[in-house]
């Protein structure tokens, strides 16, 4: 067998607005057939009078008609007032059920909130502690690096040793900044261009160069 679904609660309010839009409706109905009834008997009416058109004000039964329809037509009045009554009624319950939903919503809301507020109460020393670990680990770090005697700009050294290992880890080419110098070194001769010569340059070196194979050859 399948489990039963629960049962709504009713309430004596949800009784009492049911009641009342019952109510409602069956003057509405009411007012519907009074309506049609009245509509009816004024057309009864008129047709008395068209026949009788000299005596109809003397006769009884129209006279009697006449009453009966003013009398309906004010319990048709009463019934809408009633109707009116009844709806504004309904309307103002249920507003005051959702104002009441309303309410018991904000207690709720608030309940929570004051809830979250004292498990975040210790937020701020909480961070505070958190500050004051990273306070102590640079301090550290601070007090490491000066201890390290005859050692300038301890940090950089730290750089280019981590460079350094990087370099031996994954053969990372040499920067050149780290190539040595070449001061001191003699230069190369670099060749002149036809273009750049001196005239006459040309005549002086190959007669220079003349005297000295002339020389070798004595």
Known sequence: MGQ???KVQVTGTDRAILQLKVSKDEIHKYTKKTELLINNERSRLKEMIKNNPKTYKNNASVRF???????QEDLLQKASDQLINLENMVSNIEFKLVERRFVEGLKSGNEILKKL??????ADELMDDVQEQIAYQNEINDILSRSIVGVEN???????????????IIGKPISIDNMPSTEGLP???QEIPEEQKIPGETKITE?????????LAD
């Open 4 to 6: 039963r679904g629960s």
């Open 65 to 71: 008609l006449l009453k009966r329809i003013h009398y």
């Open 117 to 122: 507020n004292k498990e975040l109460a210790n």
């Open 154 to 168: 301890f940090e950089d050294e730290i750089d280019r040793e981590l460079d350094d290992l990087e370099q031996e």
């Open 187 to 189: 230069k190369l001769e």
């Open 207 to 215: 007669g220079a160069n003349r005297g000295k194979v002339a020389l």
